[in-house]
């Protein structure tokens, strides 16, 4: 399945390889984690999970693809990718999910994916009682 080409004026939000995140984790943006994040759910369009990154959350997004550790459940609307690397210790909800050879994953794969929230309307449904826009 291949993908059309994305601008290169696509926003994206990004947990850098040094950096530690406790707590949920909504945005309208593609999310890159490299860090480390702790939370009860994080949500986005799409989703990376770099190979050093060390995850415990739900996910859900449109597309996830996992190179690291993630411990949480996940949901997709439309695919997973769990690569060589990664280590999944939760279940999987996607229509579509690729698990390449040599990747761990502790957990039942589904391909129901209700409980995702896939639009931009439905981001507000996580409160991020510390989150503030700037001008």
Same mark, same amino acid.
């Given at each position: 399945?291949?993908? #059309?080409?994305?601008?290169?004026?696509?926003?994206?939000?990004?947990?850098? #390889?040094? $950096?530690?995140?406790?707590?949920?984790?909504?945005?309208?943006?593609?999310? %890159?984690?490299?860090?480390?994040?702790?939370?009860?759910? %994080?949500?986005?369009?799409?989703?990376?999970?770099? *190979?050093?990154?060390?995850?415990?959350?739900?996910?859900?997004?449109?597309?996830?693809?996992?190179?690291?550790?993630?411990?949480?459940?996940?949901?997709?609307?439309?695919?997973? %990718?769990?690569? $060589?690397?990664?280590?999944?210790?939760?279940?999987?909800? $996607? *229509?579509?999910?690729?698990?390449?050879?040599?990747?761990?994953?502790?957990?039942? %794969? $589904?391909?129901?994916?209700?409980?995702?929230?896939?639009?931009?309307?439905?981001? *507000?449904?996580? #409160?991020? #009682?510390?989150?503030?826009?700037?001008?």
């Amino acid at each position: 399945m291949s993908h #059309p080409v994305r601008a290169t004026t696509e926003r994206v939000s990004l947990l850098g #390889p040094k $950096s530690t995140l406790r707590g949920d984790f909504a945005t309208t943006e593609q999310l %890159v984690i490299l860090g480390q994040l702790d939370g009860g759910r %994080v949500q986005a369009p799409d989703i990376t999970i770099g *190979p050093a990154a060390r995850v415990t959350a739900q996910i859900h997004a449109q597309t996830i693809r996992i190179e690291g550790a993630l411990s949480g459940d996940v949901y997709a609307a439309v695919s997973v %990718v769990i690569h $060589s690397s990664a280590t999944v210790h939760g279940n999987i909800h $996607s *229509p579509q999910v690729t698990i390449q050879e040599g990747a761990l994953v502790n957990g039942e %794969v $589904s391909r129901d994916a209700t409980p995702v929230a896939t639009g931009h309307d439905e981001l *507000p449904n996580l #409160p991020l #009682p510390a989150a503030r826009s700037v001008a």
